[in-house]
C-alpha cells in the first residue's frame, strides 16, 4: 500500500520546501516546535513511536522502496509530498540523501514528568556541544535502559540534525529533557530518589574500586560534561560523587561516548543485579 503521489515538487522555491529547509537552524526549530527527521530507519522509528510527523517528503525512488512508510505516514495525518532528487538535494542535510526526511513536533517532556515516572537511571549532558557526541550519548542511554536524558541549558539542541541521526532512532524510545539548568535539575533528581554521580577522569575512586561499586545499583544520574575539558568544579561541586573510569592502559583518556558507555553499563548491570537479587529474597551489600 503506497500514499497518493500527488504532483512531484521540482522547485525549492516551494513554500512547502522552504520553510522545511528553513528547520536546519535552531532559531526556526523553536519556533516552529519542529525538526527534521532524515532517512527510512529514523523516520520508521518516530512513526512506530507515535511521534508527531506532519509532513513527509519521499522522492519516487524512496517510494517505490519505502511505500509503507509513506502510506502509514499519511494515515496518521502527515501530509506526503512527492519531491526531486533536486528538491531533496536541497532538503537533507546528509552527502547522500536517501530519498526520506520527514518534519516531526518537539517530543521533549517537562522535567517533572521525567521525574514522575520513577527513573531509576538518568543522564545529564552539561554544557555537551558536539551533536554527534550527544547524540551517540542517548542512543548508549537507549542501549543501556536508561529512563531519560536531561540537556542541560548549554548543551547542543538535542534537535539538532547530526545530533538527532546520531541517535539512530533512540530520540523516540525515551524521554528526554530539553534547557533545564543543572542548578535545578540536579536537585530535583536527588529530591526523587537518585544519587548523582560526576564521570570525571580526575576522580580519586573508580567504578572498579569497591566502594564506588557498592553504590551503582542505587537510583543513579550519570553527569557527563564537556567532550574537551570535561566537568570545571561549580559542576562537579552539584553531585554527590565524582568517579573515573579506570585506565588500564597508555590511553591518556576516553572519549565521552566511551566513557559514557562504560558508565551507563557498570550501573545497568549492577540495578539488574539488585533487582534479581530482590526477586530472589536476597539482601544485598550494605553500601
Same mark, same amino acid.
Given at each position: 500500500?503506497?500514499?497518493?503521489?500527488?504532483?512531484?515538487?521540482?522547485?525549492?522555491?516551494?513554500?512547502?520546501?522552504?520553510?522545511?529547509?528553513?528547520?536546519?537552524?535552531?532559531?526556526?526549530?523553536?519556533?516552529?516546535?519542529?525538526?527534521?527527521?532524515?532517512?527510512?530507519?529514523?523516520?520508521?522509528?518516530?512513526?512506530?513511536?507515535?511521534?508527531?510527523?506532519?509532513?513527509?517528503?519521499?522522492?519516487?525512488?524512496?517510494?517505490?522502496?519505502?511505500?509503507?512508510?509513506?502510506?502509514?505516514?499519511?494515515?496518521?495525518?502527515?501530509?506526503?509530498?512527492?519531491?526531486?532528487?533536486?528538491?531533496?538535494?536541497?532538503?537533507?542535510?546528509?552527502?547522500?540523501?536517501?530519498?526520506?526526511?520527514?518534519?516531526?513536533?518537539?517530543?521533549?517532556?517537562?522535567?517533572?514528568?521525567?521525574?514522575?515516572?520513577?527513573?531509576?537511571?538518568?543522564?545529564?549532558?552539561?554544557?555537551?556541544?558536539?551533536?554527534?557526541?550527544?547524540?551517540?550519548?542517548?542512543?548508549?542511554?537507549?542501549?543501556?535502559?536508561?529512563?531519560?536524558?536531561?540537556?542541560? =541549558? #548549554?548543551?547542543?539542541?538535542?534537535?539538532?540534525?547530526?545530533?538527532?541521526?546520531?541517535?539512530?532512532?533512540?530520540?523516540?524510545?525515551?524521554?528526554?529533557?530539553?534547557?533545564?539548568?543543572?542548578?535545578?535539575?540536579?536537585?530535583?533528581?536527588?529530591?526523587? =530518589?537518585?544519587?548523582?554521580?560526576?564521570?570525571?577522569?580526575?576522580?580519586?575512586?573508580?567504578?572498579?574500586?569497591?566502594?564506588?561499586?557498592?553504590?551503582?545499583?542505587?537510583?543513579?544520574?550519570?553527569?557527563?560534561?564537556?567532550?574537551?575539558?570535561?566537568?570545571?568544579?561549580?559542576?562537579?561541586?552539584?553531585?554527590?560523587?565524582?568517579?573515573?573510569?579506570?585506565?588500564?592502559?597508555? #590511553?591518556?583518556?576516553?572519549?565521552?561516548?566511551?566513557?559514557?558507555?562504560?558508565?551507563?553499563?557498570?550501573?545497568?548491570?549492577?540495578?539488574?543485579?539488585?533487582?534479581?537479587?530482590?526477586?530472589?529474597?536476597?539482601?544485598?551489600?550494605?553500601?
Amino acid at each position: 500500500m503506497t500514499a497518493p503521489a500527488g504532483p512531484e515538487i521540482t522547485s525549492a522555491r516551494s513554500p512547502r520546501v522552504r520553510a522545511a529547509r528553513q528547520l536546519a537552524k535552531r532559531a526556526f526549530r523553536q519556533r516552529a516546535r519542529s525538526f527534521l527527521v532524515e532517512g527510512p530507519q529514523a523516520v520508521g522509528e518516530a512513526l512506530s513511536s507515535g511521534a508527531a510527523i506532519t509532513e513527509l517528503f519521499v522522492t519516487a525512488p524512496a517510494r517505490d522502496r519505502c511505500g509503507e512508510l509513506a502510506a502509514q505516514a499519511a494515515r496518521s495525518g502527515a501530509g506526503v509530498h512527492t519531491v526531486s532528487g533536486e528538491v531533496m538535494a536541497e532538503l537533507a542535510q546528509t552527502v547522500t540523501p536517501q530519498g526520506l526526511l520527514a518534519v516531526c513536533r518537539f517530543m521533549d517532556v517537562p522535567l517533572d514528568r521525567l521525574l514522575a515516572a520513577g527513573p531509576r537511571l538518568v543522564v545529564i549532558l552539561a554544557n555537551v556541544r558536539d551533536p554527534g557526541n550527544a547524540g551517540t550519548v542517548l542512543r548508549t542511554a537507549d542501549a543501556a535502559g536508561a529512563d531519560g536524558v536531561i540537556f542541560s =541549558g #548549554a548543551s547542543v539542541d538535542p534537535y539538532n540534525s547530526k545530533c538527532v541521526r546520531a541517535t539512530a532512532g533512540s530520540l523516540f524510545h525515551l524521554p528526554v529533557v530539553a534547557g533545564v539548568p543543572l542548578a535545578e535539575s540536579v536537585p530535583a533528581l536527588r529530591g526523587a =530518589g537518585l544519587r548523582v554521580l560526576a564521570a570525571d577522569g580526575g576522580a580519586a575512586g573508580t567504578l572498579d574500586e569497591p566502594e564506588p561499586a557498592a553504590r551503582l545499583g542505587m537510583p543513579t544520574a550519570w553527569l557527563f560534561g564537556n567532550e574537551a575539558w570535561g566537568l570545571p568544579a561549580d559542576l562537579l561541586a552539584l553531585a554527590d560523587e565524582a568517579v573515573a573510569v579506570p585506565i588500564y592502559g597508555r #590511553a591518556e583518556s576516553l572519549n565521552l561516548a566511551a566513557a559514557a558507555a562504560v558508565c551507563l553499563y557498570a550501573s545497568a548491570r549492577a540495578q539488574r543485579a539488585g533487582s534479581q537479587s530482590a526477586q530472589a529474597g536476597i539482601s544485598p551489600p550494605a553500601a
